[in-house]
């Protein structure tokens, strides 16, 4: 797959989500899908999404021993999403589990990726709430490599780390980056943005943007605008 532009379509129930996908007539974005609207909606709105035709990263982020996250990734799979993700923080074991979960017996399977470090954690929370004494980065790319070394496609990352994520995993391996704005546009809660052209110059493969797009007065043309600066 290509870069691309993936919608966080951060709505609570599928009214308002199916009728914001309404807006794009004609056109069909990538859609990420949260655990919220998930658990609100249930597997139903993933299969109506994939029914109108547009891509999934079903955003999930699974965490559990290796044998059910297998086994629920061979659910996941069934729905015929085309990415999805867990922790890092699972284990190797964990992640090779995952994919073999994932796998069909055709051997194809959606793409998966693992979060390494939530950005909500900082240094303090990472030594004094998990007693992980090393400094932050290198725990991200430590994680960022045993999903590599599990067979993972990529990581969801920060696109300041997406140069240093392909430096160290090679440039096949997959960095999905939230935390995207326009330069004239509102930050919000995100701390460390970069704009969808500076996302594209760092060697991003997919960039998440939710608000800048689902916020904007015309959600369409707002999409149209990452689509230009981000895809050649
Ligand atoms: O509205 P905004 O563009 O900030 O949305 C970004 C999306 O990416 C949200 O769905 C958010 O949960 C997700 N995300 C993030 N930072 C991470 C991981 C996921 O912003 N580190």
Redesign the pocket.
């Known amino acids: 797959m290509g870069k691309d532009v993936i919608i ?1 379509c ?1 709505f609570s129930n599928a009214e308002q989500t199916l009728a914001f996908l309404d807006r794009f007539q004609g056109k069909k974005p990538f859609v ?1 899908i ?1 655990m919220e609207l998930f658990y609100g909606a249930g597997p139903d709105i993933v299969r109506q999404i994939k029914a109108r035709g547009h891509k999934i990263f079903l ?1 999930l982020k699974l965490h559990d021993i290796p044998n059910t996250v297998k086994k629920a990734m061979t659910v996941l799979r069934d729905l015929d999403v085309d990415i999805c993700n867990l922790h890092a923080a699972g284990t190797v074991r964990m992640m090779e589990a995952a994919l073999e979960g994932l796998t069909r017996p055709d051997g194809t399977r959606p793409l998966l990726i693992a ?1 390494t470090q ?2 909500s954690t900082d240094q303090e929370a990472l030594e004094k709430d998990l007693l992980i004494e090393k400094p932050i980065d290198e725990v991200v790319m430590h994680y960022a490599l045993n999903a590599l070394k599990a067979g993972l496609d990529g990581v ?1 990352c ?1 696109p300041l780390e997406a140069g240093k994520v392909h430096a160290a995993c090679g440039a096949d391996f997959l960095t999905v980056t ?3 704005r326009f330069a004239d546009g509102d930050i ?3 701390k460390r943005v970069m704009t969808p052209a500076e996302a594209k110059k760092v060697g991003s493969d997919y960039i ?5 797009i ?1 916020a904007a007065e015309d959600p369409v043309a707002a999409y149209q605008r990452c689509c230009d600066e981000f895809i050649d």
């Open positions: 966080a951060d990420k949260g955003d979060v939530l950005t969801v920060s939230p935390g995207v919000g809660d995100q998440v943007v939710g608000r800048p689902t």
